[in-house]
C-alpha cells in the first residue's frame, strides 16, 4: 500500500521509494530508504501533507510525495 | 602565527552557527531552528593557543551532493578549496540521519573531527554516546560539545590543535552489508595480489568506489591495463549487489548501505535510549499546534495578538517618545541663535529623525515575534500547514520561511529564498516577498492607523488587516505569476520538522537587541542625512519677493487671526514653491487619480530610499507646532487618500538596499526593473480602487 492511504498512528515498513533522482537523495537523507520504519504523526486537512517519524527525525511531506512512496503496514 | 583554516560542515540544523559563536566567544552568527538558517558561507577569525583560528560556517546540507542553491555552497567549497580541518557537526540526538553525512565527508579523505552537539539535550533525553566506540569505527577524534552550555567547547579547540599538527589520514573501521563486503573481499584482494595503487586509496578504498562507481576514480584508471581484469570483477560484483538490494540503481544501493552503516553505528554507540521527554514534548505540542483543524485557526490567533500586542503595548511608550522629541525640539530651537542652524536641527533632523524613533518600542516587538517564531521551531509546522494552501497559489511551503523573515526585513528575506531547489519557485517568492510589509514600512501604518481610527481597541485589527491583506494579495500575485510567466513543474515538499525548544532569553535578547540597533543605527546615519536633505530641499531656493510681500501684508493688518492665516498661506507658498514642492507637483498628476497631493507623493518618493524616511518626510512636510504629527495629518489628509496611501506604501517597491539584494539574488538588473514595474502598477491599481470604494462608502 501508499503512505499516502496510512492514518494518523498507523506504522510501517517502507518497502520502496518510487520518485525522481533527486528527491530520492533527499528522502535517503532523512533515512527514508527500502527497511526503514515509520510512523504518521500528523495530516493536515485532505492530507494535503504529513508529518513522518523515521529513526527519531520528523519530516514533513506532501500527499502527492507519499503517494510515491510504498509501505507495508505493522 | 600559524594560522588553521577549518570548515564546519554538517547538516542543517544542527547548531553550526551556534557552535561557532561558542568557539569564539561572540555572538556574531545568526542562529535559529529550523533548517537554512544560514544560506552563505561566512567566515569568523579568532585567535587561540598561539594560532589564528579561520573558521569557514557552510550551510547546512543533508547530502554532500545537495541539490538546493545552498547546499551547492557547501560542496564546492569542500571539494575545491583549501582548507585544513573539517568539524563535522552533528546532532546528537538525531545520531544516525547524521552520521549519513559523516560517511559521505570520510571519502574527501581529509583530517576530521566530529563534534557531536546538542550532548546537554541529549543527555536529558537520556541518549549515552560512546564516544571511544564512535571513534573507532569512523576513525577520527569525537567530542561531545553543546553550543548552548558551551561543554565540551575548549576540547573541541584542542583536538583540532591536534589534529592539524599531526599528519593523520582517517582509517575507518566500517562494515556494509555481507553482500557488498564479500564483493569488496574480492576486489581488494585481486589489487594486492597484483600490488596496484593509485594515489593514496587503500585498495578497500579503491574496491569500495569501484562499485559506487566513483567517477574521477574510473577516468584515472580507464588507461590503466589493470582495466581489463578488473572490469569482469566488478560486473560480477555488481550483479550479486543488484540481486541483493532488488534494483540496479546504484545510487540507491549506496543510500540503502549507508543507512544500514548509520543504523549499525547507532546500535553500537548509543547503549541506553531510554524514551525521551523531549520527544514526547513535541509530539505532544504537535498534537495542538498542527492539529488538522485547529491548526491553521491557532496560527491565525497567534498572528492577530501579536499585532493586538504591538498597538497596545508598543504604542504606550510611541506617544511619551514623540513627545518627549518634540519638547527637545522646542528647547533645542530655543537654544540655538543661528537661524539657520536652529532650522536645520529642530525642523529638519529632530523632526525627522524623532519620528522614525518614536516607533523604536514597536518594532522591538514586531522583532520579538519573529525571533519566537524563528527559535522555537514553530516557522517549520507553519509551512506544513500552510504547504496545501499555498500550493493552490503555485508557491511552495517552504515558501513561507522567506515570506515570514520579510515581515521583519526584506534584505535578508530574498536571501532566504535560496533555501527553495526550483529556480521558479525560487522568483516567485522573490517576486512576493517585497507584499509582506516589512518592520520598516511598520512606522507608517502606525502613524496612519493612530491618526485615522479613533478607536484605539480596534487599531491592532486594522494593523493585522493590513498585514494579512499585504499577505494574501502576496498569494494572488504568486499565481498570477505562476500562471503567466513561471510555468512548470513544481519542486516537491519534504521538510524537516526540528525539534520544539524553549526559546532561551540569550537568543531572543541578541537577535532583537542586534536588529533594535540596527534601526537606531539607521536612523541616527542614513536617515538623519535623508532628512537633511528633504529639509534644505524642501527650503531652498529661498523666496524673497513672495515672503517679502506677505511680511508686509501681515505687518499691516491688526486682527490676529488673520495674522495667522496669513503666515500659513507664506508656509504653504513657501514649500510649493520648494525644490521638493517642484518634484512633487511634477509627479503628482501620476497620483492625483489615487488622491495623493505633492507632499504625500514626495513621501512615497523619498521612501524609495527607505521606507522609514516617508514617516520623516511627512513630519517635516506636514510641521507644525506643538501637536503630534498624526493629529496633523488628521487635519489635512481626507481618509479616503489616507487609505489609499496606506495600499500603496503596503504594494510599491521595496527599500533601495532590498531592491539591490533582490537584483543580485534574482540574477540580473533586469528583474529588478521587472520588479519596478510589477509592484508599481499593482500599487496603483490596487491604491486606485481603495480611494474610489472608501469614497464611495464612507
Redesign the interface.
Known amino acids: 500500500m501508499k503512505l499516502l492511504e496510512l492514518h494518523k498512528g498507523d506504522r510501517a515498513l517502507i518497502k520502496k ?1 518510487d ?1 525522481d ?11 527514508v ?4 520504519e515509520l510512523t504518521v ?6 492530507k ?2 504529513m ?1 513522518i517519524l523515521v ?8 500527499g ?2 507519499a503517494e510515491k512512496i510504498e509501505v507495508e503496514k505493522l | 602565527m600559524d594560522t588553521i583554516k577549518i570548515v564546519l560542515a554538517g ?1 542543517p540544523n544542527v547548531g553550526k552557527s551556534m557552535l561557532i559563536n561558542a568557539m569564539s566567544g561572540s555572538n556574531g552568527l545568526k542562529v535559529g531552528n529550523f533548517s537554512g538558517v544560514t544560506v552563505e558561507k561566512t567566515e569568523v577569525c579568532f585567535e587561540h593557543h598561539c594560532h589564528q583560528f579561520e573558521m569557514v560556517d557552510l550551510p547546512g546540507t ?2 554532500i ?3 538546493s542553491k545552498e547546499e551547492k555552497v557547501a560542496y564546492e567549497y569542500l571539494s575545491n578549496e583549501e582548507y585544513d580541518v573539517i568539524i563535522n557537526v552533528l546532532d546528537s ?2 545520531l ?2 547524521n552520521l ?2 559523516t560517511l559521505e565527508l570520510l571519502k574527501l579523505n581529509k583530517k576530521m573531527v566530529l563534534a557531536l552537539n546538542m550532548a546537554d539535550e541529549a543527555k536529558k533525553e537520556g541518549i549515552d554516546i560512546d564516544v571511544k566506540q564512535l571513534e573507532k569505527i569512523i576513525g577520527v577524534p569525537v567530542v561531545l560539545v553543546s553550543a548552548n552550555t558551551k561543554e565540551g567547547v575548549d576540547e573541541l579547540l584542542d583536538k583540532i590543535h591536534d589534529i592539524a599538527d599531526s599528519c593523520y589520514r582517517p582509517k575507518s573501521n566500517i562494515t556494509y552489508s555481507d553482500a557488498m563486503e564479500e564483493e569488496i573481499l574480492d576486489i581488494q584482494k585481486f589489487l594486492d595480489d597484483r600490488g596496484f595503487k593509485i594515489r593514496d586509496l587503500s585498495s578497500r578504498e579503491i574496491a569500495t568506489r569501484l562499485l559506487f562507481e566513483d567517477k574521477d576514480l574510473y577516468k584515472e584508471l580507464r588507461d590503466e591495463p589493470i582495466m581489463i581484469e578488473l572490469q569482469p570483477l566488478v560486473l560480477k560484483a555488481l550483479q550479486h549487489l543488484y540481486t541483493h ?2 534494483t540496479k540503481n546504484i ?2 544501493i549506496k ?2 548501505e ?3 552503516i ?2 549499525g553505528i547507532k546500535m553500537e554507540v548509543i547503549k541506553c535510549n531510554r524514551a525521551g521527554s523531549g ?1 514526547n514534548l ?2 505532544k505540542i ?2 495542538v499546534l ?4 485547529f ?1 491553521i485557526p491557532i496560527f491565525l490567533f497567534l498572528m492577530w495578538g501579536l499585532f493586538h500586542l504591538i498597538f497596545t503595548i508598543g504604542d504606550i511608550p510611541v506617544e511619551i517618545i514623540s513627545r518627549a522629541f518634540s519638547s527637545f525640539g522646542a528647547w533645542m530651537g530655543s537654544h540655538i541663535s543661528n537661524e539657520f542652524l536652529r532650522n536645520v536641527i529642530v525642523d529638519g533632523i529632530i523632526a525627522g529623525v524623532g519620528a522614525v524613533l518614536s516607533f523604536l518600542p514597536n518594532i522591538i516587538l514586531l522583532y520579538i515575534g519573529i525571533a519566537l517564531l524563528e527559535t522555537t521551531g514553530y516557522m ?1 509546522r507553519v ?3 500552510l ?3 499555498f ?1 493552490k497559489f503555485g508557491l511552495h ?1 517552504k515558501s513561507f520561511i522567506p515570506l515570514v523573515t520579510g515581515f521583519g526585513c526584506s534584505v535578508p528575506a530574498y536571501m532566504a529564498a535560496r533555501t527553495l ?1 526550483s529556480e521558479k519557485d525560487r522568483l516567485i517568492t522573490l517576486f512576493i516577498i517585497g507584499f509582506m510589509s516589512c518592520g520598516a514600512r511598520l512606522p507608517i501604518y502606525m502613524l496612519f492607523t493612530s491618526a485615522f481610527i479613533e478607536d484605539k481597541s480596534i487599531a491592532g485589527n486594522v494593523l493585522f488587516v493590513i498585514y494579512i491583506s499585504g499577505a494574501l494579495l502576496g498569494l494572488v500575485m504568486a499565481k498570477i505569476l505562476r500562471v503567466v510567466v513561471f510555468k512548470g513543474e513544481d519542486e ?8 520544539y525548544r524553549f526559546p532561551s532569553f540569550k537568543l531572543i535578547w541578541h537577535t532583537v537587541y542586534n536588529n533594535a540597533k540596527g534601526y537606531v543605527k539607521k536612523a541616527g546615519s542614513f536617515i538623519l542625512l535623508a532628512s537633511i536633505l528633504v529639509w534644505v530641499l524642501a527650503t531652498y531656493p529661498s523666496q524673497k519677493g513672495i515672503e517679502e510681500s506677505y511680511i508686509a501684508k501681515i505687518e499691516q493688518t491688526q486682527n490676529m487671526q488673520e495674522k495667522l492665516d496669513l503666515e500659513n498661506e507664506l508656509n504653504v507658498k513657501k514649500l510649493e514653491n520648494s525644490y521638493l514642492g517642484q518634484i512633487g507637483k511634477a509627479t503628482e498628476p501620476f497620483f492625483r487619480p489615487l488622491g495623493f497631493d505633492w507632499k504625500m507623493v514626495v513621501a512615497l518618493e523619498s521612501g524609495l530610499a527607505a521606507k522609514e524616511i516617508v514617516v520623516s518626510t511627512l513630519s517635516i512636510l506636514y510641521n507644525g507646532k506643538g501637536d503630534t504629527l498624526a493629529n496633523r495629518l488628521r487635519d489635512s489628509i481626507p481618509p479616503a487618500s489616507a487609505m489609499a496611501f496606506i495600499v500603496f506604501v503596503m504594494l510599491y517597491l521595496p527599500c533601495l538596499a532590498a531592491s539591490m539584494v533582490f537584483a543580485k539574488e534574482a540574477g540580473g538588473y533586469k528583474y529588478l526593473v521587472y520588479l519596478f514595474i510589477f509592484t508599481t502598477a499593482t500599487a496603483w491599481i490596487f491604491s486606485f480602487i481603495t480611494y474610489k470604494a472608501v469614497e464611495l462608502f464612507v
Not at chain 1, 33 to 36: C, D, E, L
Not at chain 1, 55 to 62: A, E, K, P
Open positions: 521509494v520518485t533522482e533527486a528527491l530520492k537523495t533527499r528522502l535517503a537523507s532523512f533515512g530508504v527500502r527497511g526503514s504523526e500528523a495530516c493536515s486537512i485532505g494535503q501533507t508529518e529513526d527519531g527525525t520528523l519530516i514533513g511531506l506532501r502527492e510525495e | 547538516q543533508y547530502s551532493r545537495g541539490f540526538t538525531h544516525q540521519r549519513l553525512l538490494h532488488e545510487k540507491e543510500y540503502n549507508y543507512n544500514a548509520a543504523r520527544k513535541t509530539k504537535d498534537d498542527i492539529h488538522k483543524y491548526g517549520s509551512a506544513f500547514l504547504d496545501g494552501f500550493h511551503g531547489k516537491p515538499f519534504v521538510m524537516e520538522m526540528p525539534k
